[in-house]
Nanobody, 124 residues
Framework: QVQLVESGGGLVQAGGSLRLSCAASGRTFYRYAMGWFRQAPGKERELLSA????????YYADSVKGRFTISRDNAKNTVYLQMNFLKPEDTAIYYCAQSPLGIATTTPGRYTYWGQGTQVTVSS
């Protein structure tokens, strides 16, 4: 069983930045793709970004492309999401998830393990 723990959320003004972290348990973190999702009240969970086991393979949703950057440190079993130029519409609960695949996938059903989420609130 893999446990994922997100941190780094909080309240920030529009235009500001936050860096989310997701620490994973287990010794095989380096083998699996990771993804960042978010869910705003009344909306469906959406995939924002994904990174493959080899961090050459990445994906970004159009809504965050150019503003968010995903990265991973396999030595620390951690994946990050650097969020810049935040907007009020970025307000949501942010989740990290792990896929048993080695390459980044855009299919939510392919993510097996999920963290508990961290709240990000962007004020205008």
């Amino acid at each position: 069983q893999v446990q994922l723990v997100e941190s780094g959320g909080g309240l920030v003004q529009a235009g500001g930045s936050l860096r989310l972290s997701c620490a994973a348990s287990g010794r095989t973190f380096y083998r699996y793709a990771m993804g960042w999702f978010r869910q705003a009240p009344g909306k469906e969970r959406e995939l924002l970004s994904a990174i493959g086991a080899s961090d050459v393979n990445t994906y970004y949703a159009d809504s965050v492309k150019g503003r968010f950057t995903i990265s991973r440190d396999n030595a620390k079993n951690t994946v990050y999401l650097q969020m810049n130029f935040l907007k009020p519409e970025d307000t949501a609960i942010y989740y990290c998830a792990q896929s048993p695949l080695g390459i980044a996938t855009t299919t939510p059903g392919r993510y097996t393990y999920w963290g508990q989420g961290t709240q990000v609130t962007v004020s205008s």
